[in-house]
């Protein structure tokens, strides 16, 4: 079955300092995957997507189908980016996004 | 509109009511989403309407969950002699694209607690 592991549900740092947060996939096929964020009282929004090769707010994620993985990244964590990130893969365009359990990341000062 | 938007935002029921969900997607999005939000966890799938065709229901839990998009436009998820197990927040997407081809807006959510 699809699945989508986040490991860490609390990745907590210090600003400046590197941030990965952790997303593993099961599909044997080609999925597509995104990263979506929620802020504190905020609706929960697209950050970016892997057919995209974006870099938003700093953020670059890239898909390694060997490891099945599509970590994020970003070198420098602002106390901005402290919120709830999800991870989620769709496998066909019928509309099933499945989302991972989600990291909490926390940027202290 | 300015968005997604779902009411109530806060709904609490005892054990056995029916309650009804409410969502406006944004104007002239074909594609509608339900999500189910228990405390603690991502997001799960409920069901995909695309216009007033729902395309997948494979994620609603039972046969007490009953969603529908009439008109394409609005749409409303109904829980039947809810369980307190129901207890969570509701979320509704849409997008302009079919499917996951485009970006997901998500509404606030309705928090639904079971007594």
């Known amino acids: 079955a699809q699945r989508v592991t986040q490991p860490e549900k609390l990745l907590s740092v210090f600003k400046g300092a590197p941030v990965e947060l952790k997303c593993n996939y099961s599909?044997?096929?080609?999925?597509?995957l995104f990263w979506y964020v929620q802020y504190s009282r905020q609706r929960l929004q697209l950050l970016l997507r892997?057919?995209s090769r974006e870099s938003i707010k700093g953020f670059t994620a890239d898909l390694n189908k060997g490891e099945t993985s599509f970590h994020l990244k970003k070198p420098f964590a602002q106390e901005e980016d402290s919120a709830m990130y999800y991870c989620?893969?769709?496998?066909?365009?019928?509309?099933?996004?499945?989302f991972g359990q989600g990291t909490e990341l926390s940027v202290k000062p | 509109g300015a968005g997604v938007s779902q009411s109530p935002r806060y709904k609490v029921a005892k054990r056995g009511q029916d309650v009804a969900l409410r969502c406006d997607p944004i104007?002239?999005?074909?594609?509608l989403f339900w999500y189910q939000q228990a405390l603690g966890q991502g997001p799960e799938f409920l069901t995909y309407?695309?216009?007033?065709?729902?395309?997948?229901k494979s994620g609603l839990p039972s046969d007490r969950f009953f969603a529908e998009r009439p008109e394409g436009s609005v749409s409303t998820l109904k829980i039947q002699r809810t369980q307190q197990e129901d207890s969570a927040v509701y979320l509704c997407?849409?997008?302009?694209?079919?499917?996951?081809?485009?970006?997901?807006?998500f509404g606030e959510g309705s928090r639904l607690t079971v007594l």
């Open positions: 997407a849409s997008s302009f694209m079919l499917g996951t081809a485009g970006e997901l807006f």
């Open positions: 599909y044997s096929g080609s999925p597509e």
């Open positions: 892997h057919i």
């Open positions: 989620a893969l769709s496998y066909y365009q019928g509309g099933k996004l499945i």
């Open positions: 104007s002239g999005h074909v594609s």
């Open positions: 309407f695309q216009n007033e065709a729902q395309l997948d």
